[in-house]
């Protein structure tokens, strides 16, 4: 039975292994002849039935090599003190890897108690078969003083000190959009549809 466990073990362990080889080629490939996407697509959506829009922004890219498609991002801000990246990387036409990082600065009113906080975090997904197995999170939060301008240290260098910690797929997948999303909108990047709040542009 032991044996069986450390099989299993051992095996995940190739996948990530496998997962980083792949993840360092196609972050090679977009340093020699993929720094320009294939197609870009923009969301514009309004906030409310009277029309006003939303301040937020949000741009999808879309890298191809030849014809095969190996890198996604969607850079996405919510509001203005805060921005998301989430980049989908492509094996064979399969995501095999997902990461997000992001920030955000907001208020916090605990006991009327009264602090502005910054939040830097980074999360990866790691994919066998269009399928989750290993999902890791860090997270680092700093109450911040208008006065100082900004935190005492630097947020991401801090995060990156910060060990990952395991958490379960479904607890990160339900705040990244699937991939099935992005490939959608690639299929739909040539029209307007107004029903869908959506502008999108594209272009080869």
């Known amino acids: ?10 095996s995940e362990e ?11 080629l196609v972050k090679q490939w977009l340093e020699k002849g993929m720094r320009n ?13 009277e029309g006003n829009e939303d301040v937020s922004t949000s741009l999808i890219k879309y890298y191809y090599q ?3 498609l190996r890198y996604i991002t969607h850079e996405h801000e919510p509001y ?12 064979d036409n399969e995501l095999f890897f997902c990461f997000q990082s992001g920030h955000d600065r907001y208020t ?28 890791l999170i860090k997270e680092y939060k700093e109450s911040i003083k208008e006065e100082d301008g900004g935190p005492s240290k630097h947020p991401f260098d801090q995060l990156d000190s910060l060990p990952n910690q395991k958490v379960a797929c479904n607890t990160i997948l339900r705040e990244i959009n699937s991939v099935e999303y992005y490939l959608e ?5 040539r029209m307007q549809l107004k029903e869908k709040c959506m502008s999108r542009n594209a272009f080869d």
């Open 1 to 10: 039975m032991l044996q069986f466990f450390i099989g299993i073990a051992q």
């Open 14 to 24: 190739d996948m990530i292994n496998d997962i980083r080889k792949k993840h360092e």
């Open 37 to 49: 996407p294939t197609i870009e697509i923009y969301e514009q959506c309004h906030d409310d039935e």
């Open 66 to 68: 030849g014809k095969e």
């Open 80 to 91: 203005a003190s805060s921005a998301i990246l989430t980049q989908y990387y492509f094996w």
């Open 108 to 135: 916090s009113y605990k006991s009327n108690d009264i602090q502005n906080v910054i939040k830097v975090f980074d999360k990866r997904i790691y994919f066998s078969d269009r399928t989750a197995f290993r999902c």
């Open 185 to 189: 909108l690639l299929k739909l990047s």
